[in-house]
Nanobody, 117 residues
């Protein structure tokens, strides 16, 4: 059974940090590109960061460049998103997604991040 389980969300003050984690099981994790998406209320889901299978290349949305870092541990089947210098506009539900061309994509259930004073 395929599972992606996000954790680490919560309430943080502006300028603070959070580290999200996504634990994968039930599929060949090291074959998949891993992505973090977010969806704020009333907005479309957007891609925040992605990392290749080997972890040797990453990409970020312009809105988070220099503040967020995506990483993965293929031995532990986990992908993380370190979020620093958080802003109120980072408030959203954050999802991890596993992608492999010609195969089914997998989504986690999401974790809420709220940035507020």
């Amino acid at each position: 059974q395929v599972q992606l389980v996000e954790s680490g969300g919560g309430l943080v003050q502006p300028g603070g940090s959070l580290r999200l984690s996504c634990a994968a099981s039930g599929f060949s994790f090291n074959r998949y590109t891993m992505n973090w998406y977010r969806q704020a209320p009333g907005k479309e889901r957007e891609l925040v960061a992605s990392i290749t299978r080997a972890g040797d290349s990453t990409n970020y949305a312009d809105s988070v460049k220099g503040r967020f870092t995506i990483s993965r541990d293929n031995a532990k089947n986990t992908v993380a998103l370190q979020m620093n210098s958080l802003k109120p506009e980072d408030t959203a539900v954050y999802y991890c997604k596993a992608v492999l061309v010609f195969f089914k994509d997998y989504w986690g259930q999401g974790t809420q991040v709220t940035v507020s004073s």
